[in-house]
């Protein structure tokens, strides 16, 4: 049974508009949540981060959304550029935090 | 790029043998990780290690072996191999368990 799930596969969007990314999880005792960016035949790259302290965090074009009560996370990325076409995991962990737990991943294309 | 060096990129090998895999960092992270990625699966944990000697299972660990002698190698072993194996493998590294985990690019293991 997946803990995190990015339920949509792809996202497409024009370039210089806005795309969100959304991600779900059903294990309350998450509580630090991280988004990576991956491009083919790399490793991931990590984004950004948002503790569950938190309702959002923003790093330039990339913002972070946290809804502890609906389980839910964001990721907004304003404007898009091409360059942004990648596959975006989001990923989970608790106050341990020596595991991540992945989503499926959602593949973003920007349109020029 | 974050001073991880996976090895080999790539490889091809038949079922029953047994593969090892590499992973180098440069970092003096204390924590290395393995994961596999697999299509609808994003990544999964095999393996982590907190330390020289230190190792624990992940979601994904069957099937797999660790060892870690110095900081800077985790070395990932499938005893014999198995098609179900064929996968993308990754290494993470991070310098304790509360920063963000940073990822080689990967190995792609092929079991025919």
């Known amino acids: 049974d997946q803990q995190v799930k990015q339920n949509s596969p792809s996202l497409s969007v024009q370039e210089g508009r806005i795309s969100i990314l959304n991600c779900d999880y059903t294990?309350?005792?998450?509580?630090?949540f991280l988004w990576y960016k991956k491009y083919p035949a790399e490793g991931p790259t990590f984004l950004i981060s948002?503790?569950?302290?938190?309702d959002k965090n923003e790093d330039g074009r990339f913002t972070v959304f946290l809804n502890k009560s609906a389980k839910h996370l964001s990721l907004h990325i304003v404007p898009s550029q091409p360059g942004d076409s990648a596959v975006y995991f989001c990923?989970?962990?608790?106050?341990?935090?020596?595991?991540?737990?992945f989503g499926s991943g959602t593949r973003l294309q920007v349109q020029p | 790029d974050a001073g991880i060096t996976q090895s080999p990129r790539h490889k091809v090998t038949e079922t029953g043998t047994p593969v090892t895999l590499r992973c180098h960092q440069t970092e003096n992270h204390r924590y290395m990780y393995w994961y596999r990625q697999d299509p609808g699966h994003g990544l999964r944990l095999i393996h982590y290690?907190?330390?020289?000697?230190?190792?624990d299972k992940g979601e994904v660990s069957d099937g797999y072996s660790v060892s870690r002698s110095k900081t800077e190698d985790f070395l990932l072993t499938l005893e014999s191999a198995t098609s179900s194996q064929t996968s993308v493998y990754f290494c993470a590294i991070s310098p304790d368990s509360n920063q963000p985990q940073h990822f080689g690019d990967g190995t792609r293991l092929s079991i025919l």
């Open positions: 990923a989970a962990t608790d106050t341990g935090r020596r595991a991540l737990t």
């Open positions: 294990n309350s005792m998450f509580d630090y």
């Open positions: 948002i503790s569950s302290i938190k």
């Open positions: 290690s907190y330390g020289v000697k230190d190792t």
